[in-house]
C-alpha cells in the first residue's frame, strides 16, 4: 500500500473539497497520483449524483450579484436537500463564488458549462454531491441590465432580488436596495398592470365575477364591479403599484420619484427557496 502524506492529503481535501478519509483513500487508490486522486473523487460524485438524481432539493442558499459598475445583475440558486447543508458556510462561499461566475454568462447552460479552477460548473455540481452526500444543482438563474441595479438577500439565503432603476442619480443607491426588499417582502408578479399576462387577468375577472355572483349581484353589474376588484389586484400585486413597506402612505412608484422626479423602476427579478 503506498503511504501517502497528511500534507498530501490536505492538499486534496483544499482541492476539492472532499472530507480527509475521502481524500486519504483516494490517494492511495491511486497510488499517490494527485491527477488520478482528483478523478477518483469526481466518479464517486457522479455515483451518488445517480442515486439521488430523482431527491427533491428545495433547499439551498439564493445569491443575487452585481458587477462593479452596478448595470448587471445575477441571482442564482444553488440547491440541496437539507436545510443543515444550506446553511454551512462552505456551501455559500461556493455558491458566492458561482455567483461571481454567472455575472459573465446570459444563460443558466453556458453558465453551468463555464470554467470553474479548470473543470466546468457542472462538474464542481456532481462533484460536490459526492462530498456532501446530497444532490446538489443550480435552480434559480436569473439576469436583469439598467442603467443602476441593485440587490437584496434575505437573512439566511432563502430569497435573493435584483431591481433595475432608470438612473445612476444621487440616492439611487438606497432606493434600489429599498425597492429589492419590497420585491423580496411582497412577492410582486409583475413590474406594473401592463406586464401582467392577459390570462392572470381572465383569470382574475373571472374569479371576481363568481364571488359576485355568489353575493348575489344583478349580472348587468358585474362587469364594473370586476373592474374594480382587478385595480385591487394589480395594486396589491404589480410592483410599482404597491404601498411601499417602509411607508404605505405612498406607492413605491411614488417613493422612487420622491428620491428623484425622473426616476423609475425598469425592472425586477426574485428567486426564492422552498
Known amino acids: 500500500m503506498v503511504k501517502v502524506t497528511a500534507a498530501e492529503v490536505n492538499k486534496l481535501r483544499k482541492t476539492t473539497g472532499a472530507g480527509m478519509m475521502d481524500c486519504k483513500n483516494a490517494l492511495v487508490e491511486a497510488e499517490g497520483d494527485f491527477e488520478k486522486a482528483i478523478e477518483l473523487l469526481r466518479k464517486k460524485g457522479q455515483k451518488v449524483a445517480a442515486k439521488r438524481a430523482d431527491r427533491e432539493s428545495s433547499e439551498g442558499a439564493a445569491i443575487a450579484q452585481v458587477n462593479t459598475d452596478r448595470t448587471n445583475g445575477v441571482i442564482i440558486s444553488l440547491n440541496c436537500e437539507t436545510d443543515f447543508v444550506a446553511k454551512n458556510e462552505s456551501f455559500i462561499s461556493l455558491a458566492k463564488e458561482f455567483a ?21 460548473v457542472k462538474e464542481k455540481l456532481t462533484e460536490q454531491t459526492g462530498v456532501i452526500g ?9 439576469k436583469l441590465s439598467a442603467p443602476f441595479v441593485g440587490s437584496y438577500i434575505h437573512a439566511g439565503n432563502k430569497i435573493a432580488t435584483l431591481v433595475g432603476l432608470s438612473a445612476a442619480v ?23 398592470k401592463e406586464q401582467v399576462e392577459a390570462s392572470v387577468i381572465e383569470k382574475e375577472i373571472e374569479i371576481a365575477k363568481d364571488q359576485l355572483r355568489q353575493e348575489g349581484k ?42 428623484d422626479n425622473s426616476l423609475q423602476v425598469t425592472g425586477f427579478q426574485r428567486v426564492a427557496l422552498g
Open 170 to 192: 444621487e440616492g439611487v443607491e438606497v432606493a434600489a436596495k429599498d425597492v429589492a426588499m419590497q420585491a423580496a417582502a411582497m412577492n410582486p408578479i409583475a413590474l406594473n
Open 134 to 142: 446530497e444532490k446538489i444543482e443550480i435552480g434559480g438563474f436569473k
Open 218 to 259: 344583478p349580472e348587468a353589474m358585474l362587469d364594473n364591479i370586476a373592474k374594480g376588484k382587478l385595480n385591487r389586484f394589480f395594486k396589491d400585486n404589480t410592483l410599482v403599484n404597491q404601498a411601499f413597506i417602509k411607508d404605505s402612505k405612498q406607492t413605491v412608484e411614488q417613493y422612487v420619484k420622491s428620491v
Open 100 to 120: 461571481e461566475i454567472a455575472l459573465n454568462y446570459d444563460s443558466k447552460d453556458d453558465f453551468l458549462n463555464a470554467n470553474y479552477n479548470g473543470i466546468t
